[in-house]
């Protein structure tokens, strides 16, 4: 019964689109599990209550782990891969809904915007003629814009050469190369390997890598729960070392995501 209630909402909202100011999708998808790249035509505030999930654009990558979202603005391209069992739930916005923030960017999800992301999506949709449904979705946008991004960003250099070192580390974060063997294998010298990733992305090569691999850590910690073995596959040996980088990287333990 549920479920056909839930059908008839949808197909009264497909009659009301021209009304709508939000659109919700709820989706379900198992591990490893990518959409290619592509974009939408409205803002995407992307949530999922459980799994986490990687975010590609061209010029950055988001890892969102569990309590986190991720605002997509329209006409952005980007991909998703999951980590773990992922219930996706999303909300989509028109271009002229009056959001400021024009970049993609990962939030931390408090309880009030959880509950008003899972109530748009039950109603499928929230429309412009409904006053509750009009201040859901005030109340949604002004929470976005409030939220603190978390440091889950990790952008990509623009330079050629500087993108294929990045890919390689991306490919597999904890292998042992040193800077100059990346260097060598991208087709540069260690030192416009240095100076194209500090151009490109704000971070010296070193710097980068170890957020590449952090970030990395969090599917990890999603897949298996395990610290050890997050720290690990990271590339680090010492467990305390990598915890030590985890908290100062994202103000928390990794502990707390496991659990």
Known sequence: MA?????????????QEPFLVARCLAAN??????????KHEWHQLLYATTGSMTVTSPQATWMVPPGRA?????????????????????????QDAGVRTAACRVISVAPLLRELILRSVDLAGLD??????????????HEVERSEDGPLQLPMPSDGRARKAAEAVLRDPSQKWTAAEIAHK?????????????????????????KARLLES????????????AA?????????????AFRQTFGYTPGSLTG
């Open 3 to 15: 479920e056909v209630a839930k059908g008839r909402r949808r197909r009264l909202r497909a009659e």
């Open 29 to 38: 998808y198992c591990a490893g599990f990518v959409i290619d790249a592509h």
């Open 70 to 94: 991720v605002w997509i603005p329209a006409d952005v391209e980007h991909s998703i891969r999951m980590w773990g069992t992922v219930a996706m739930r999303s909300v989509y916005f028109r």
């Open 128 to 141: 412009s003629r409904e006053l509750a449904e009009q201040q859901i979705a005030a109340l949604i946008l």
């Open 186 to 210: 991208a087709g540069l010298s260690e030192r416009t390997l240095e100076r194209t990733f500090s151009a490109g992305t704000g971070m010296s090569f070193g710097v980068w890598r170890q």
């Open 218 to 229: 969090l599917r990890v910690l999603v897949e298996t729960q395990s610290v050890t073995e």
């Open 232 to 244: 690990f596959e990271a590339g680090y040996s010492s467990v305390s070392a990598y915890i030590a």
